[in-house]
């Protein structure tokens, strides 16, 4: 038996030291149960509420390419504590011809999955109920409910009895002087992306090191976001205006706004560093702005939710500072950084035109080769045969099922006429194989039949469908739709300027099917190997008038 290995703990304030735990137990355990340690996956400061954890995506796949034969971990909660995604483990995981084996459960079954699931649910609520009672009893006492703002420092303070007391805030002055210099700027008419710009070239820390950029100082109004409406300084404490649930498709929180009633409004004057007029005279010039600012149209869901005008819009990154590449002057792309921060040295400005020309001349010629074309359609035949082979088993199955049950209440039904057996067993036996044929014939009207196994000599209509693509691709005015399905392969394009050539980056499926057609051996790596585009002179300029 081959044995993989999961650990996992889920705080910063854990250490390696408590994976380095669970590993040692679960080796122990493989080596009396006599088992081949194949690998042991690990996540590192990651809660156990969602899946989005590199460790627990890498078991998935491998158990999928029958790498091991059995999981061992310490409990089941080190899997996952979210009762979905532990049920989708364990589904897997039988799917795949795994088993689950825990040092606290043992060998893991339906029950389990069932109990421990709930169990460890409700431990995350609770879990979630303590902490904002806790929270909100400091919150009512005018001290810290966990983060901190721009401007403040929390400590640690002991009361007459020596008992440490948690929460306390006090003004950092430097950052005052750069807080009242910030909202001084704004009422003399500078911009938010002004005021940042001379943050940053005057090299003025900020409040994540990270540079100041127009959002860190404007914010979102409605929200409290941002140094421009931050209510702490004028001595206003308000907690609750939002709140954060974790979206369980990507596993990262997402805010969501909280009716105003259920505000928690506190007054700390002490925490005060913007006066009311100073602060007034910002909220007016806010609202002068907002009034000024074309609004959506209602009902126009495309001003709500528009489609990315661009075929790489978003998903071009800096590879020098990892930000995104900004579209200017509907032409150029630029490091969003570097434009507005001036926090990078990345000041190369791409022609649109050519890196969408380059990924598309990626698309045609690494993909549509005649080599290209055989190994993915073989592969992707060699997968919906298995499909279909797998459906016609189960129709299979479900029908002679069917004749079982069909045969079983004829007998019972014959049993009754010539009055054998007794009649209330027979009865209830007969309820439940109507029930049972019920299933069955649901199950076999809403199947369909899989279809006929495939061919290696689709290769020709794949190229056919993968030129109409790029045909359309090419297309600007019938480009949007069938861009969706090029975005859908990319996750981001890294852009890293070195000499003369531009480094590029592709990560996603995409990358993967390029990587597939130019070395079959690393057609499961994560990316493409860097490639090298040399722009011509003309489509490159660094950001100075001049040309590289």
């Known amino acids: ?25 679960c080796k122990e355990r493989a080596e009396q149960e006599g088992y081949t340690i194949i690998h042991c996956y690990t996540d590192h400061a990651v809660s156990g509420a969602s899946l989005m954890r590199p460790g627990i995506q890498a078991l998935i796949t491998d158990s999928m390419q029958g790498k091991f034969d059995v999981v061992i971990s310490e409990a089941l909660d080190r899997l996952s504590r979210d009762q979905e995604d532990i049920a989708g483990i364990y589904k897997r995981m039988t799917f795949a011809d795994v ?9 893991v079954d339906n029950l389990h999955i069932g109990l421990k699931g709930t169990m460890n649910a409700l431990f995350l609520k609770d879990l979630a109920d303590k902490t904002r009672r806790g929270l909100r009893g400091r919150i009512e006492q005018g001290k810290s409910g966990g983060g901190n703002s721009y401007g403040y420092k929390v400590i640690k303070t002991i009361d007459d009895t020596g ?38 070239h005057e090299a003025v820390p900020s409040p994540r090191n990270n540079g100041w950029g127009p959002s860190t100082i404007h914010g979102n109004r409605k929200r409290g976001t941002g140094i421009l409406n931050n209510e702490l300084y004028i001595g206003r404490l308000v907690w609750n205006r939002l709140r954060y649930i974790k ?73 020098l500072c990892g930000s995104n590449y900004i579209i200017k002057n509907n032409r150029q792309l630029i490091c969003t950084s570097y434009q507005t921060k001036k926090t990078c040295s990345n000041k190369v400005r791409i022609q649109r035109t050519d890196i969408e020309g380059w990924v598309l001349e990626e698309l ?22 298995k499909s279909r082979m797998a459906k016609t088993a189960g129709l299979a199955g479900a029908r002679k099922e069917f004749q079982k049950v069909q045969s079983q209440m004829s007998n019972i039904i014959e049993a009754i006429k010539n009055g054998f057996g007794d009649f209330e067993n027979m009865k209830q036996e007969m309820t439940k194989l109507e029930a049972r044929r019920k299933v069955l014939t649901e199950q076999l009207s809403s199947t369909e039949e899989p279809k006929t196994l495939l061919h290696p000599s689709m290769a020709k209509r794949y190229q056919e469908k ?6 359309v691709l ?75």
């Not at 090029?486 to 890294?494: F, G, N, Q, S």
């Open 1 to 25: 038996m081959k044995a993989a290995l999961y650990a996992r703990y889920s705080s910063d304030n854990q250490r390696d030291a408590s994976i380095e735990d669970q590993i040692r137990l």
């Open 99 to 107: 088993k689950i084996l825990t040092l606290s459960e043992g060998w």
């Open 163 to 200: 008992e440490v007391i948690l929460g306390e805030r006090v003004i950092i002055p430097e950052e005052a002087t750069v807080i009242r210099r910030i909202f001084t700027d704004y009422i003399n008419g500078k911009s938010p992306q002004a005021i940042a710009v001379e943050l940053n």
């Open 247 to 319: 979206d369980p498709d990507t596993g990262k929180r997402v805010s969501r706004h909280n009716p105003e009633n259920d505000w928690i409004i506190k007054q700390v004057p002490h925490y005060r560093i913007i006066e009311q007029d100073l602060w007034d005279e910002v909220k007016a010039r806010q609202k002068a702005t907002a009034q000024n600012t074309r609004p959506v149209q209602p009902g126009n869901r495309l001003g709500a939710q528009k489609r990315p005008k661009y075929l790489l819009s978003g998903i071009v990154k800096c590879g």
């Open 364 to 385: 045609r010629d690494k993909l549509m080769t005649k080599e290209a074309l055989a190994e993915f359609c073989k592969a992707y035949t060699q997968y919906i045969n």
């Open 466 to 471: 993968l030129t109409t693509l790029y045909e």
């Open 474 to 548: 090419n297309s600007e005015d019938k480009r949007t739709r069938a861009a969706e399905a090029i975005r859908a392969l990319i996750e981001k394009i890294t852009v890293t300027p070195k000499g003369n050539k531009l480094h590029i980056e592709i990560t996603g499926d995409l990358g993967q099917m390029i990587n597939f057609t130019l070395d079959k051996t690393s057609k499961y790596t994560n990316h493409v190997k860097p490639m090298t585009y040399d722009f011509t002179p003309s489509g490159v300029s660094n950001g100075c008038g001049g040309r590289i």
